[in-house]
């Protein structure tokens, strides 16, 4: 079954959201703080990673974890095991950010000059729990598109690279969440 073995990749893609994005992305608005959120901003993707079931532990324990212990981050590069809003640090690669900020069961970093996918592309990690079942949503947007990501394939393969990263992360905290 030479035919069903080859379909299963592209099939799998399809459904994670891998070979079809938004049908359009929006184009920032001018006015728009892309700062504070997506609205009116570059869409880039959102994903969801299940982080299995922990019942007596709350979203912002996972949070806490991850900030706290920064090096379970899959891309942490040169950053502290403890990150804080405004701290600055290199990721995996060299890629520098800022921390923008940290919730009670989120965190947002920010790319900055010098990074592999340009300025200005914010990526909001939230935590959830509904009946015991914890999720990660990973959402990333951009005040304008770069030179990659308003490029099809270039902003193809990181939104590929993404998904695979954050999943690796969502692996990790599955097991990790125990501990929060």
């Not at 992305?25 to 079931?53: E, K, M, N, Q």
């Amino acid at each position: 079954m030479p035919g069903f073995a080859a379909a299963v990749p592209v099939a799998l893609a399809l459904c994670a959201g891998l070979m079809t994005g938004p049908a359009a992305p929006a184009a920032a608005s001018p006015a728009a703080d892309c700062r504070a959120g997506p609205a009116g901003c570059y869409d880039l993707y959102t994903y969801g990673y299940t982080l299995g079931l922990h019942p007596f532990t709350e979203p912002d324990a996972v949070r806490r974890q991850l900030t706290g212990h920064f090096w379970l981050f899959p891309v942490s590069g040169g950053c502290a095991g403890r990150i804080r809003a405004g701290a600055r640090c290199e990721l995996l690669g060299g890629n520098p950010v800022e921390v923008e900020y940290i919730g009670d069961d989120f965190f947002q970093i920010n790319t900055l000059p010098g990074h592999q996918l340009g300025r200005g592309m914010h990526i909001r990690f939230a935590f959830s729990r509904t009946l015991g079942f914890h999720t990660m949503t990973v959402r990333a947007w951009q005040d304008r598109p770069t030179e990659c990501t308003g490029e099809v394939f270039c902003n193809g393969v990181n939104r590929a690279f993404a998904w695979v990263t954050w999943r690796v992360l969502a692996k990790t905290l599955y097991v990790t969440a125990y501990a929060a």
